[in-house]
């Protein structure tokens, strides 16, 4: 990660410098990368059910809306996908 934003934002070639290289790779050694946690649909399903609204209906509202959002990519993606469709029908229609 280093190697790449020094690459990309001082434009450094980090494979040049052979004894930051090995620096490197010794302290990487033992690196244990974190997980990131991923919630199952069941389980927001849950807590949008469950959850008290006296707590937690701020976060609730941002979830819903999260969720309404990805529900409109979805169907704009639909009708993009329905939109080439017709153009290709379209076009090999003309072509012929």
Same mark, same amino acid.
């Not at 069941?42 to 006296?54: D, V, W, Y």
């Given at each position: 990660?280093?190697k790449?934003?020094?690459?990309? /934002?001082?434009? &450094?070639?980090? @494979?040049?410098?052979? =004894?930051?290289? #090995?620096?490197? $790779? %010794?302290?990487? /050694?033992?690196? &244990?990368?974190? @997980?990131?946690?991923? =919630?199952?649909? #069941?389980?927001? $399903? %849950? ?22 959002i ?5 169907v ?21």
């Amino acid at each position: 990660m280093l190697k790449r934003m020094l690459l990309t /934002k001082e434009n &450094i070639d980090i @494979k040049k410098f052979r =004894l930051v290289n #090995e620096f490197l $790779k %010794k302290k990487s /050694k033992n690196y &244990i990368s974190k @997980k990131s946690l991923v =919630l199952e649909v #069941e389980q927001i $399903k %849950k807590f949008l059910r469950e959850a008290p609204n006296s707590t937690f209906l701020l976060i609730k509202v941002r979830v819903r809306g999260i969720l309404f959002i990805f529900r409109l990519q979805s169907v704009y993606f639909r009708l993009l996908l329905l939109w080439a469709s017709l153009e290709g029908v379209v076009a090999m229609n003309f072509i012929r």
